[in-house]
């Protein structure tokens, strides 16, 4: 998979921090970045054109970012998810574990340390797109 094939949405209510990041992503990395500041808007997207990476904050006013991924979830099977959030308790760490999120960052965040999770993500995207072509499917 190219770089600039590997999609990745960030949502989060506050469109100033959805904004930067997206940026910041893009300017260190060759990846597709979207963003969006309503997580409704950000599960539309999602179900008419899944990406493969979401990154999402946790709280938000309308759903929190648990819940969005879990209906993305039930869409696609196939992304990776990493949480950023603020609240730093034992409920979010487990409740990320149980949802099967990737990677969970407490704000503020490394930019750093988030580059270096999303390329592992895309490697690991890049190894099963490889199997898949090795059995001939894609």
């Given at each position: 998979?190219?770089?600039?094939?590997?999609?990745?949405?960030?949502?989060?209510?506050?469109?100033?921090?959805?904004?930067?990041l997206?940026?910041?992503?893009?300017?260190?990395?060759?990846?597709?970045?979207?963003?969006?500041?309503?997580?409704?808007?950000?599960?539309?997207?999602?179900?008419?054109?899944?990406?493969?990476?979401?990154?999402?904050?946790?709280?938000?006013?309308?759903?929190?970012?648990?819940?969005?991924?879990e209906?993305?979830k039930?869409?696609?099977?196939?992304?990776?998810?990493?949480?950023?959030?603020?609240?730093?308790?034992?409920?979010?760490?487990?409740?990320?574990?149980?949802?099967?999120?990737?990677?969970?960052?407490?704000?503020?965040?490394?930019?750093?340390?988030?580059?270096?999770?999303?390329?592992t993500?895309?490697k690991?995207?890049?190894?099963?797109?490889?199997?898949?072509?090795?059995?001939?499917?894609?």
């Open positions: 998979m190219e770089p600039d094939k590997y999609r990745i949405l960030i949502v989060d209510d506050e469109a100033d921090t959805a904004d930067i997206a940026a910041s992503i893009s300017a260190l990395t060759e990846f597709n970045v979207i963003s969006f500041d309503d997580p409704n808007k950000a599960l539309d997207s999602f179900i008419s054109s899944p990406v493969d990476l979401v990154i999402s904050d946790l709280e938000m006013p309308k759903i929190d970012g648990f819940q969005m991924i209906k993305m039930d869409r696609n099977i196939n992304s990776d998810y990493i949480i950023v959030t603020g609240k730093k308790t034992m409920k979010v760490v487990v409740q990320a574990r149980w949802l099967g999120v990737s990677y969970l960052f407490f704000k503020p965040v490394d930019i750093e340390e988030l580059i270096e999770a999303i390329q993500m895309y690991r995207a890049c190894y099963w797109e490889q199997r898949l072509q090795d059995i001939g499917v894609k």
